[in-house]
């Protein structure tokens, strides 16, 4: 999966859902579980969801999940619920965390309510100048990428890639080699 998405076309649930998981990797780069998922709306304020439910929700077999099911698994992974909602506007994983986590950015949305369009385009043009001079990215992705690290490749035993492989390592261990 891409760190940004910006395509017209909106995210699945089960995309959105693997997005999040991506950036909870731990330091080690593992991602939660949905045991871990599961566990995790145990100890929220929404409906308890099985591993189960987690699982259906992870690999898209599961259609229509009630709105509750989408909070808990959110508040889970620490994400706001809207993000989960079917449909491109909601695909913007930045934006609405901003939205849920600031009353601020809460404000400046309201009082963009009403202006037109060139005063809209002002306002993006400033925030873009702001961003400049503090040395953050003038462009923020819609999905942020994960933590540096979390992506690399763990130390362990290598995978095979065939059942000869397999057969041949197993052969090789049966023979003490």
């Not at 995210?11 to 995790?40: F, H, I, W």
């Not at 400046?108 to 037109?116: D, I, N, W």
């Not at 992506?151 to 090789?172: C, I, K, M, N, V």
Request: a negative charge; charged letters at 30%.
């Amino acid at each position: 999966m891409a760190d940004t998405h910006d395509s017209e076309q909106p995210l699945s649930l089960t995309a959105k859902l693997l997005a999040l998981l991506r950036l909870r990797r731990d330091p080690d780069g593992y991602t939660p579980s949905a045991r871990d998922v599961s566990e995790a709306t145990r100890s929220g304020q929404g409906a308890s969801i099985s591993h189960g439910q987690v699982t259906s929700l992870l690999n898209g077999s599961s259609g229509n999940p009630r709105m509750s099911t989408i909070s808990s698994v959110a508040d889970a992974l620490e994400a706001p619920a809207a993000f989960l909602l079917p449909g491109a506007e909601w695909d913007d994983l930045a934006a609405l965390t901003m939205y849920a986590t600031s009353p601020e950015a809460r404000e400046v949305l309201r009082l963009m309510q009403g202006l037109e369009v060139q005063d809209i385009l002002e306002i993006s043009s400033r925030l873009r100048e702001i961003r400049r001079r503090e040395g953050l990215p003038e462009d923020v992705p819609t999905i942020p990428p994960p933590p540096p690290g979390v992506d690399q490749p763990r130390e362990g035993r290598p995978r095979r890639r065939s059942l000869d492989e397999a057969a041949d390592r197993a052969a090789d261990y049966l023979e003490g080699r």
